[in-house]
């Protein structure tokens, strides 16, 4: 799967995605199919509460949102699975409270979003813990044993 990554946001913010993007690549081209694309788009937290109330219908901020694909494939054969909305001072937030880097719950947050797009779901406690093994799974190898540990206990 191939990722076209979007940075919007502060300098800041920009250069620590752009950092942690070739990772991220890195990442989805282990999912199959390879002629797959996921747009991935850092946005700010102002943005990510509009996109939920607008089309989740919910209220706060998320750390990450996904949206299916309702296009088939472009003319160059690339096939457009979804987007991904995350913010990354949601990650950030996140990667404190759960005591791991950065790099390794973008990639958590990261995969839990293709799972989605694969049509993954967590809406029960048996669907969530299928969907957790599969995405510790997939991260194992990606990331530090212990940081894997840390993101799914």
Not at 47 to 52: A, C, F, P
Not at 64 to 90: C, N, Q
Request: glycine content about 8%; hydrophobic content about 40%.
């Amino acid at each position: 799967m191939k990722l076209v990554i979007e940075r919007r946001g502060r300098p800041a913010t920009r250069a620590a995605c752009a950092r942690l993007s070739p990772f991220l690549r890195r990442l989805a081209a282990r999912v199959p199919p390879r002629r797959a694309t996921v747009e991935v788009n850092w946005v700010g937290e102002r943005t990510m509460s509009r996109l939920n109330r607008i089309y989740k219908r919910r209220p706060g901020v998320p750390e990450i949102l996904t949206f299916p694909s309702l296009v088939g494939p472009d003319p160059g054969g690339e096939l457009p699975v979804g987007e991904i909305y995350l913010s990354w001072a949601r990650v950030s937030r996140g990667a404190l409270r759960w005591g791991v880097s950065k790099r390794s719950y973008a990639a958590r947050l990261l995969v839990h979003g293709i799972f989605h797009l694969r049509l993954f779901r967590h809406d029960d406690e048996r669907q969530a813990a299928r969907m957790e093994r599969a995405e510790a799974r997939f991260l194992h190898g990606a990331l530090p044993e212990r940081e894997v540990k840390r993101l799914f206990a």
